[in-house]
């Protein structure tokens, strides 16, 4: 099994920053790919970013050169950085781990961008 759990969630205007902090813990060896994903109010979860074993990262369009994903593999955390904020960023945000499919979750941070 793996647990994960993010951190670094809150409350900032439009234009700050946040970094969320995902620590990995478990069978950790058999996730390929970790990533952000976000679920705003009545809407399906979307993924933000991910990044694979090797490095490659994804990103949604609307976060492209804004967010960053990285991995601590020293320290089995994945963060998110999230600069220029905007209020449509304003969403649950959940790390996951996927082997072949999404199937690990942490419990979710609230991520609040006030405009």
């Known amino acids: 099994q793996v647990q994960l759990v993010e951190s670094g969630g809150g409350l900032v205007q439009a234009g700050g920053s946040l970094r969320l902090s995902c620590a990995a813990s478990?069978?950790?060896?058999?996730?390929?790919?970790m990533g952000w994903f976000r679920q705003h109010p009545g809407k399906q979860r979307e993924l933000v970013a991910s990044?694979?074993?090797?490095?490659?990262?994804y990103y949604i369009d609307s976060v492209k050169g804004r967010f960053t994903i990285s991995r601590d593999n020293a320290k089995n955390t994945v963060y998110l950085q999230m600069n220029s904020l905007k209020p449509e960023d304003t969403a649950v945000y959940y790390c996951a781990g996927r082997r072949v499919t999404w199937n690990y979750w942490g419990q979710g941070t609230q991520v609040t961008v006030s405009s």
């Open positions: 478990g069978s950790i060896l058999s996730i390929n790919t």
């Open positions: 990044i694979t074993s090797g490095g490659s990262t």
